[in-house]
């Protein structure tokens, strides 16, 4: 599986950015769709899971409320949808995909579980 990240950009504190992920090759064996970021200095930390056949969403607590994940299978896309953006979002963000059909909330948190990563791209929120 392919992964192309976009969307990233420079946005000024309260403001909304739309990431997107597109997907190709073997796309039949996605089962998970993640949104991870890393800050300069800090380590990759999980932002947003969701299934890619169904279930709820999981988000970060730091993101919770703000951040919306979505995909629309049959286009092999997937969306964050990032509101109210701080200072602190700055970061680069990567989509990421979990193959595992026996995967649960727990499991879509953990970087461990992923298999494909997209390229990442950089999203600055400026104060």
């Known amino acids: 599986v392919q992964l192309q990240a976009s969307g990233g950009g420079l946005v000024q504190a309260g403001g909304s950015l739309r990431l997107s992920c597109a997907a190709s090759g073997r796309t039949n064996e996605i089962s998970v769709m993640g949104w991870f970021r890393q800050a300069p200095g800090k380590e990759r930390e999980f932002v947003a899971g969701?299934?890619?056949?169904?279930?709820?969403?999981r988000y970060a607590d730091s993101v919770q409320g703000r951040f919306t994940v979505s995909r629309d299978n049959k286009k092999n896309t997937a969306w964050l949808q990032m509101d109210e953006l701080k200072p602190g979002d700055t970061a680069v963000y990567y989509c990421a995909v979990e193959k595992s059909p026996f995967w649960d909330r727990s499991t879509l948190m953990k970087e461990e579980s992923y298999d494909y990563w997209g390229q990442g791209t950089l999203v600055t929120v400026s104060s």
């Open positions: 969701i299934g890619w056949i169904g279930g709820s969403p």
